[in-house]
């Protein structure tokens, strides 16, 4: 049997079954990308904790249609919640990194300008590549049929990490290849922020090593190799959704 395909609709907050109209981007998706004809299960999401499934009443054109909702549910934000601070990458790095993330489950995506990041963020390219990071992770969310999406602030410098997602965490991890500890025996929270660094491909510098741990953060290795900026988050935070119990 075929799972029914996932849309993202803002409109399902406060909402009970009924009819619903799918229509923009989504709609013309739906009718003109997936064929969807009446009859045919779906499901939906806002990416903000509300989830919906029904059926599709009507087709209306190409970009439009009605669903009969059946099933509209709420679901709490997962705890505990992860946050990966992740240096800007070069290419499509950072949009591969997004992805994975989304799929992985972590709750908040923060762009991070390190001062060895080749690539940095500045006027239209920035907006841009905000963006694409914000389609990535809506469309990673949708694929990995998520209930609330992954946020993705705009980018942020060291300085507004440490007094940021740093200050407000019970737990955060710098991954540095050098660090003592492993990331595998850290004493983790039950409940609480959680907050993985990830420097770029040229690595942390000691100054932001100092700077983070002046504000609770401390250093961890992932393991015996060296990983990617571009795959590092993700092994990371799947090591920790199972330490969590996020996984279970």
């Known amino acids: ?14 909402r009970g079954p009924g009819p619903l109209t799918l229509a923009g981007p989504e709609g013309r998706h ?31 054109g190409r970009d439009r249609l009605t669903i009969d909702v059946t099933e509209v549910s709420q679901e709490e934000p997962p705890r505990p919640r992860l946050t990966v601070v992740q240096a800007l ?19 908040a995506i923060v762009p991070w300008s390190a001062a060895r990041c080749v690539t940095q963020w500045h006027g239209e390219r920035g907006a841009r590549s905000l963006e694409k990071w914000r389609a990535t992770a809506r469309e990673a969310g949708k694929q990995a049929r998520r209930v609330w999406f992954p946020r993705v602030p705009g980018p942020m410098t060291t300085r507004q990490v ?20 492993p990331l595998a025996t850290a004493p983790l929270p039950e409940q609480g922020d959680i907050v993985l660094i990830v420097g770029p491909e040229g690595g942390v510098t000691p100054e932001e090593l100092d700077a983070f741990a002046a504000a609770g953060a401390r250093a961890y290795r992932l393991g015996p190799t060296v ?12 090591l920790l959704m199972g330490r969590t119990g996020r996984w279970a």
Do not use: C, I, N
């Open 1 to 14: 049997m075929a799972t029914a395909p996932v849309f993202v609709h803002d409109g399902l907050t406060g």
């Open 30 to 60: 739906a009718v003109s990308v997936r064929r969807l004809r009446v009859g045919e299960a779906v499901v939906l999401t806002d990416g903000e904790g509300t989830g919906a499934s029904g059926t599709v009443a009507a087709v209306d």
């Open 89 to 107: 990458a070069k290419g499509d790095r950072g949009e591969l990194a997004v992805a994975a993330m989304t799929e992985t489950g972590v709750d």
């Open 162 to 181: 440490a007094e940021g997602p740093v200050a407000g965490a019970t737990f955060v991890a710098v991954l540095h290849e050098s660090a003592d500890q």
């Open 227 to 238: 990983l990617r900026t571009s795959t590092a988050g993700t092994a990371a935070a799947a």
